[in-house]
């Protein structure tokens, strides 16, 4: 008998244990209702704030690459600047070497033909010698202007002191031959279109 109450005793506990964990257990799964959202809004926020962050370095990574970028391409234009300066530079020094490499031989030259125009306007047209030293000139000038070289044509043309070299002046003999070369004292010549010898003339005036 005393068994039998004391089972009674012990389901009766059982029960009320049971009955207060009932009410526990539906007031934790409320909480965890009510806290769940505010949980997972909890961990959008930090998702959100994660993902700002990364773009935030992402956008300072390529910011910073965009200045190095800027920078190289910078220092690329001036150093192909450079380079097509020195290009052009060396070209052209290039191309006036060989236009003009034979300046001063061709210029040491020209007092000589100066003597040997002088020499045929002194020779008879009867001197045997005379045909053959004009064959002779001709075929150094033929050679001098295959160099580039070319004789300046001064006279009856205006004064130019950026061709002509006025060794004197005498009265004009006419209005309109004022200003104008009336003689060529030493003939003119360019090399290359450059002036490589003034023309020595008389001006009228």
């Known amino acids: 008998m005393e068994q039998n109450e004391k089972d009674t005793k012990l389901e009766q506990e059982q029960d009320m244990t049971q009955n207060e964990a009932q009410p526990n257990v539906e007031q934790q799964e409320e909480k965890i209702e009510k806290e769940a959202p505010a949980a997972e809004e909890h961990s959008r926020k930090a998702r959100k704030k994660r993902a700002e962050r990364q ?37 052209m020094e290039k191309a006036g070497l060989i236009l003009n490499g034979g300046k001063d031989v061709i210029k040491l030259m020209l007092p000589v033909i100066d003597d040997m125009e002088r020499a045929l306007a002194n020779m008879q047209d009867s001197d045997a010698a005379k045909e053959g030293m004009q064959l002779i000139l001709k075929n150094m000038l033929n050679a001098l202007q295959q160099k580039g070289l070319k004789p300046m044509e001064a006279m009856g043309v205006k004064f130019d002191e950026n061709f002509h070299e006025a060794i004197t002046q005498i009265p004009a003999p006419t209005p309109e031959a004022k200003g104008t070369v009336i003689d060529v004292v030493k003939k003119g010549y360019f090399l290359n279109d450059e002036v490589l010898r003034f023309a020595q003339v008389v001006v009228a005036n």
Do not use: F
Not at 76 to 89: G, L, T, V
């Open 55 to 91: 773009m935030d370095e992402m956008a300072t990574k390529v910011e910073e690459m965009g200045h190095k970028l800027a920078e190289m391409n910078d220092k690329y234009m001036r150093i192909y600047s450079e380079y097509e300066n020195y290009r052009k530079r060396t070209s």
